[in-house]
């Protein structure tokens, strides 16, 4: 059976999703939702999507419609994802889940209540690189005693992955630390106990912190010491160096490499090397399965706590 998805948000990520889909048997991309509807009828011509709209609802009313993935602002993540879960579609959030942790446990919550299969965005959770670490980890082959990680854009105006104005304003704390809190804690199979975070002046214009520096614990020990900014010039992403019992490894986006600076083939660790297409099939798999996906609403729930918690040490409280 076809699985029949709308796909919410047709700006730099939604293409990223609906590339992915077009790489994955029996999924159909049947309703395209953004706010600009000239952009989101030329993209939905593109890639042959029969329905567009500037409203979720519109497309939340269509009964062919299965499942909702939602590539939208982070501010409109969790009324949107309690939106789909009301409408009794499953449904795949970006990162972050929502904005404040009041947000993702009512998300949840409704999850629970419904049965829907509800997954987030945590990519890392996927891309091969860090599988492969994960994998050792868990063969006890490798335990980590520290992470250092390091975020970094150049983003002082208000643009997105493709160089085009944004409509709402990204977070260093709620959006790009979400990733490395929760690969932290799930890499050391340990929940995080303790967690300090500083950050640097807010933009005079886009009313955020341009740079922040968090420190996490977790239950077993480890360590993690985040770096983020959005005044870097080059190079940019996030890069990962996980120093363990045995090893050290350094991932950079889909590539890792050993101490040495060695290359380590990941070709082979999952069916494709796209981070984003192994999330996206494990959203449909976990949807003909009738499971809890990994990364699910309630597995990455500590993640927002941790970040609430940070939130209220940076604004004093």
Not at 20 to 43: P, W, Y
Not at 122 to 133: D, G, K, L, M
Not at 140 to 163: C, P
Not at 237 to 258: H, K, P, Q, V
Request: glycine share 8%; with cysteine; hydrophobic share 40%.
């Amino acid at each position: 059976m076809t699985l029949k998805v709308a796909l919410a948000g047709a700006g730099a990520f939604g293409i990223k999703h609906l590339d992915a889909i077009a790489k994955i048997e029996q999924v159909e991309v049947v309703s395209l939702i953004s706010r600009d509807l000239d952009k989101t009828r030329q993209v939905a011509k593109q890639y042959g999507i029969g329905h567009v709209s500037t409203e979720l609802a519109d497309s939340l009313a269509l009964k062919a419609v299965d499942a909702v993935i939602l590539c939208t602002p982070t501010q409109m993540h969790a009324a949107q994802t309690l939106a789909c879960l009301q409408a009794g579609k499953h449904v795949q959030v970006e990162i972050p889940l929502a904005d404040s942790l009041q947000g993702a446990e009512a998300v949840v919550a409704l999850q629970q209540q419904t049965g829907l299969v509800a997954m987030c965005g945590h990519t890392r959770r996927f891309n091969p690189s860090h599988q492969y670490v994960h994998q050792k980890i868990t063969a006890g082959a490798f335990n980590i005693q520290q992470m250092d990680v390091q975020t970094y854009f150049f983003r002082r105006s208000n643009m997105n992955a493709l160089g085009q104005p944004r409509s709402w304003t990204d977070h260093l704390l709620w959006h790009h630390a979400a990733h490395t809190v929760d690969l932290f804690a799930w890499q050391c199979g340990s929940p995080i106990v303790k967690a300090n975070a500083l950050q640097g002046p807010i933009h005079p214009e886009l009313g955020i912190a341009m740079d922040m520096s968090i420190q996490l614990q977790a239950a077993n020990g480890a360590l993690c010491t985040l770096s983020l900014s959005f005044n870097n010039e080059g190079p940019l992403g996030t890069f990962f160096r996980y120093i363990g019992d045995s090893a050290t490894y350094l991932a950079r986006y889909d590539d890792l490499f050993n101490g040495k600076e060695q290359q380590i083939d990941v070709s082979q660790v999952d069916v494709s090397m796209n981070g984003i297409e192994l999330q996206d099939r494990e959203f449909f798999a976990a949807i003909r399965e009738g499971r809890e996906p990994r990364a699910s609403v309630a597995q990455v729930l500590p993640c927002y706590r941790v970040l609430q918690q940070l939130e209220r040490q940076l604004q004093g409280g």
